[in-house]
């Protein structure tokens, strides 16, 4: 089957890697389970709720979420109908909250939490194109998202073959989501992606993650932010089972429970977790105070190559010694995390990869959904302080003045048409 908009990765890991636990969240204190069943089921009585409410191709539907299972049901059965998913950040402003309700026109609006409903639904009641809001939390007074999911339940057999027929109509190159960035200057502009543009960089960063059907990934950053949300449909891609942590404050403790072999940050959390971990050598005394600052400083000098048998044999015991507990600490099983948004470190990357954990970071922007460069999981296609090498889709050039230029079927559709009159998207 091929892969070419983002509702398509559902009916691949049916096929090919169905679990028992395919996404999962922690809720009061418990961790809740979809299978892959659970979880297209939910997509399609979605989607089915959506057509009884006159959901139709090129509509807009906005949501202000946390991460959790239900934003990957209302992503993929809007995008199953060809309607337009519009995330917003949940920290924005009123009247960026408002701008953006109106400038995308959207119908629906989606809101998370019983704090994001009680600050976000007044703005929501004066923007005369939402008709509905829906709440995922069960609040008072709120039309739950329940409501939604049993009025396509009862209307499933009305829809089941009028969807499939609709599902053909969607093509991969129409729009499948507005995402609004900030920019320089004035409102936000809202970023036109289509699913040629998700689903060309999932595949082509599809083979630079050793993750499968049997591993785990851990997701704290937000779905509203495009890296997050591309990362998200690729580790699905690849089959691995998808645990939302209750928040970033959490993460340390859900990695602890779940052990997972994956999960993206930004580099202001490895400088956290860094911090954390020098804090924790300070307590230290006596010789294994010295031990440990022996073995940061050691790390710090790592390198792919070049470095003598006595240092490799130095690093050997560093890490019986020190750096094998820095990995249990983030549950023993990671493979390979993601560093975006934001350069890291290199001194922090050199310090991760020395302990066995590697991190591989990137480049890329909302406009490019969003990877254009990363470095890979493996020598000798890594180098501290780089992005890494293009990926296989990505044409870059410098221009005289030194512009990056770029192409690419993830380059976007455009900025929103009451945006374009105003702006010049230069490609080459």
């Not at 937000?222 to 089972?241: I, K």
Request: net charge positive; glycine share 6%.
């Amino acid at each position: 089957m091929k892969i070419k908009r983002t509702f398509d990765i559902l009916d691949h890991i049916k096929n090919n890697s169905p679990k028992e636990i395919n996404l999962a969240v922690k809720r009061n204190g418990k961790w809740e389970k979809f299978s892959t069943q659970e979880y297209v089921d939910n997509v399609n009585f979605t989607t089915y709720g959506f057509m009884e409410l006159g959901i139709k191709k090129g509509d807009k539907i906005a949501s202000v979420s946390n991460n959790r299972p239900e934003w990957n049901f209302i992503d993929m059965a809007m995008n199953q109908l060809g309607a337009v998913h519009v995330p917003i950040y949940p920290t924005v402003s009123e009247e960026t909250f408002k701008h953006i309700f109106t400038h995308s026109e959207s119908r629906l609006l989606f809101l998370g939490t019983p704090e994001l409903y009680q600050r976000i639904k007044p703005y929501a009641d004066d923007v005369a194109n939402i008709e509905k809001v829906y709440a995922f939390d069960k609040i008072e007074g709120a039309i739950h998202f329940d409501e939604l999911v049993g009025l396509g339940k009862k209307h499933q057999e009305k829809y089941k073959n009028l969807l499939n027929e609709i599902k053909n109509t969607v093509n991969e190159d129409d729009l499948c989501s507005i995402i609004y960035t900030s920019g320089t200057t004035g409102l936000p502009k809202g970023v036109m992606l289509s699913h040629k543009n998700f689903m060309s960089n999932v595949l082509a960063c599809g083979t630079l993650l050793p993750l499968d059907k049997e591993n785990k990934s851990l997701s704290f950053l937000p779905l509203c932010h495009v890296l997050e949300r591309m990362v998200n449909y690729l580790v699905q891609y690849l089959g691995a089972s998808v645990y939302y942590a209750e928040s970033i404050e959490t993460m340390a403790e859900n990695i602890r429970e779940i052990k997972p072999n994956h999960f993206t940050a930004v580099p202001r959390v490895f400088e956290k977790v860094y911090d954390k971990i020098l804090a924790k050598g300070r307590e230290l005394t006596g010789i294994k105070r010295s031990l440990f600052f022996w073995a940061v400083n050691l790390a710090e000098a790592y390198e792919f190559t070049g470095k003598s048998a006595w240092y490799k044999l130095q690093l050997k015991i560093a890490d019986k010694l020190i750096f094998k507990k820095w990995r249990e600490a983030l549950g023993n099983e990671i493979k390979v995390v993601l560093s975006g948004g934001a350069a890291l470190q290199v001194r922090l990357a050199r310090v991760f990869w020395a302990a066995g954990i590697k991190i591989i970071e990137g480049y890329g922007l909302t406009e490019t959904s969003p990877v254009i460069a990363v470095n890979r999981w493996a020598f000798p296609d890594v180098r501290f302080g780089t992005v890494g090498p293009l990926i296989e889709t990505s044409q870059v050039k410098i221009a005289e003045d030194g512009e990056i230029l770029f192409k690419g079927p993830n380059l976007m559709l455009g900025f929103t048409q009451a945006i374009l009159a105003n702006c010049k998207i230069e490609i080459y």
